[in-house]
């Protein structure tokens, strides 16, 4: 499936298509005997900073007061440090022609970004940003977020998220995610904050809250009202989740944005 989400092929229609069925109960393929039925919150807007229009957004992470992003395309892919008060660009570190690149989580000060379909994940030092290959993943690579300082989660478009030993990057557990036992495809970029994982779902504006040890989403974040009509005719899918401990806030963005929303939930 060619990544470039302006356009809806019909292979990812029919998976479309199939996602919605199961969400309606036709099928469970998670184990979980206590689903749960989410509630439904909204975005509140506290602020806003510009957004790059040229960035097709594929990750984003506060660390330690800077705003890092990932960028993706074949030739055009990137690793940037911004400057989270004023959505500044500091610096831009460009991939390999031949890397289209996803998501990013910072554990243990390295920068781990994944890789749509070659596999690799990219390791980069934070005082000094040279791109290093550090392991290889089985799936093809989406969002990426840390649980612990041992421990991150990895998605692949489907309703399966996988936790992976951070020094291997072997699969320790998977979960299927799943809303009152109907399973839920499509994930994509990840965040993890307060106990939950947080998801976007392709081409979706919602995102959602998940419970990393059942499963089950817990709430459904409506992000609908983010942008109007007309900054819409150009911008591409919402896929940008960072969670900002000094804010105590996150920061959302999509795919050729104008803006990076300061919201809570």
Known sequence: MLKDRRFLPACLIMTLFVTLLSCNGTGNSNSNPDPVLPETLYVDVIGTLPHDTSAFTQGFEIHDGILWESTGHYGYSTLRKLDPSNGS?????????????????????????????????????????????????????????????????????????????????????????????GTIGLLNELEYAVGYIYANRYYSDYIYRIDPETGNVTALIDASSLLSGYNRINAGALNGIAWDPEREAFLLTGKNWPTVFIVTF
């Open 89 to 181: 660009i500091i610096e831009t570190y460009p991939l390999p022609d031949t890397l289209f690149g996803e998501g990013i989580t910072i554990v243990n000060e390295k920068i781990y970004q994944l890789t749509w379909q070659s596999g690799l994940v990219l390791e980069w030092d934070i005082e000094n940003p040279v791109m290093t290959i550090s392991d290889t993943i089985e799936t093809e690579g989406w969002g990426i977020c840390s649980v612990s300082s041992s421990t991150v989660v990895t998605s692949n478009g489907s309703s399966t998220l996988s936790f992976r030993d951070i020094t291997s990057f072997n699969t320790l557990r998977t979960i299927n995610v799943n809303i009152d036992g």
